[in-house]
């Protein structure tokens, strides 16, 4: 079954930018959507279809591809920035939902 | 403001059913542009999909649950439900109700999500 790879942790200091990285395999034909998730919360949808945000996202999140892999971007990070980012697909091979295992983001 | 909400027990036995459902208020169930989704998480651990649905009737389900799995939605309640069998304490997991933006696509807005743990 189709498998997204994502890096357990990434850390960055505040005002740094953070890219959070999303593997699979053929990535490139698939639309690829991005979540946060802070301590205790529910999952937020921060960038969607690759690179769109939804309404109230700051643009300091973005989102692109590249070959087998997708990437999110923050920029000018912030200390309410740190939350757990998965990535998700449609595998339209088997018509299933694909989550990656999840990035944890320190803003050290 | 579309607001899902997730209701159920909160504790369930071993080898029994698992029964969850989630009210959808703020916008229609009947959506022709979306989909009702099921995720969970485990304490600790990541996002796993179980199911969705469509209002007319289809359904996808995870291959690795399908055959525990049945999700259904009630119209008339503005609810959709998950019913998973047989469950042991790996089903241990905050469950969590979702839009979803057609079949396939990204989940927003999401439920707050439910604890079931499973022990005797």
């Known amino acids: 079954s189709y498998v997204l790879t994502q890096p357990p942790s990434v850390s960055v200091a505040p005002g740094q930018t953070a890219s959070i990285t999303c593997g699979g395999n053929n990535i490139g034909s698939k639309s690829v959507h991005w979540y946060h998730q802070k301590a205790g919360q529910a999952p937020v949808l921060v960038v969607y279809?690759?690179?769109d945000r939804p309404s109230g996202i700051p643009e300091r999140f973005s989102g692109s591809k590249s070959g087998n892999t997708a990437t999110l971007t923050i920029t000018r990070v912030e200390a309410g920035d740190e939350a757990d980012y998965y990535c998700?697909?449609?595998?339209?091979?088997?018509?299933?939902?694909?989550f990656g295992g999840g990035t944890k983001l320190t803003v050290i | 403001q579309l607001q899902l909400q997730e209701s159920g027990p909160g504790l369930v036995k071993p080898s029994e059913t698992l029964s969850l459902s989630c009210t959808v208020s703020g916008g229609s169930i009947s959506s022709f542009s979306h989909y009702w989704g099921w995720i969970r998480q485990p304490p600790g651990k990541g996002l796993e999909w179980i199911a969705s649905i469509y209002f007319g009737g289809t359904t996808y389900y995870s291959p690795s649950l399908k055959s525990r799995v049945t999700i259904s939605v009630d119209t008339s309640k503005s609810q959709f439900s998950l019913k998973l069998s047989s469950v042991t304490a790996a089903d241990t997991a905050v469950y969590y109700c979702a839009r979803q933006y057609s079949s396939g696509s990204r989940f927003d807005p999401w439920g707050q999500g439910t604890l079931v743990t499973v022990s005797s």
């Open positions: 998700q697909v449609w595998d339209s091979s088997n018509d299933h939902v694909i």
């Open positions: 279809e690759d690179s």
